[in-house]
């Protein structure tokens, strides 16, 4: 299993930006996706983005394509989630994930412990 730890949340302004940094350990990191995943208070867990073990094939949800851009770094073992023009429907516990490519949730072990963003009107 993969060790994540998130860092970069915070409290920002609507139209704002932030990034979000995931630091990885463990065995061969470059066969596992790595991406992001949020939970709202009182909603389920979202999926937000999601690259390949080389850093490719980056996929968003429709909720923040445009917006967000994930890159990976694995000379660093860090994926990152730019995110641009914040709304204060992104206010929300992001946690860094790590598994197989997946846009459901469910399908990844491997979680951070996930960090506070909140974006103010």
């Known amino acids: 299993q993969v060790q994540l730890v998130e860092s970069g949340g915070g409290t920002v302004r609507a139209g704002d930006s932030l990034t979000l940094s995931c630091v990885a350990s463990?065995?061969?990191?470059?066969?596992?996706?790595m991406g992001w995943v949020r939970q709202a208070p009182g909603e389920e867990r979202e999926f937000v983005a999601v690259?390949?073990?080389?850093?490719?094939?980056?996929t968003y949800a429709d909720s923040v394509k445009g917006r967000f851009s994930i890159s990976r770094d694995n000379a660093k073992n860090t994926v990152y989630l730019q995110m641009n023009s914040l709304k204060s429907e992104d206010t929300a516990v992001y946690y860094c994930?790590?598994?197989?490519?997946?846009?459901?949730?469910?399908?990844?072990?491997?979680w951070g412990q996930g960090i506070q963003v909140t974006v103010s009107s």
């Open positions: 994930v790590a598994g197989f490519y997946s846009i459901r949730p469910s399908d990844y072990d491997s």
């Open positions: 463990g065995r061969n990191l470059r066969d596992y996706a």
């Open positions: 690259t390949n073990g080389g850093g490719g094939l980056p």
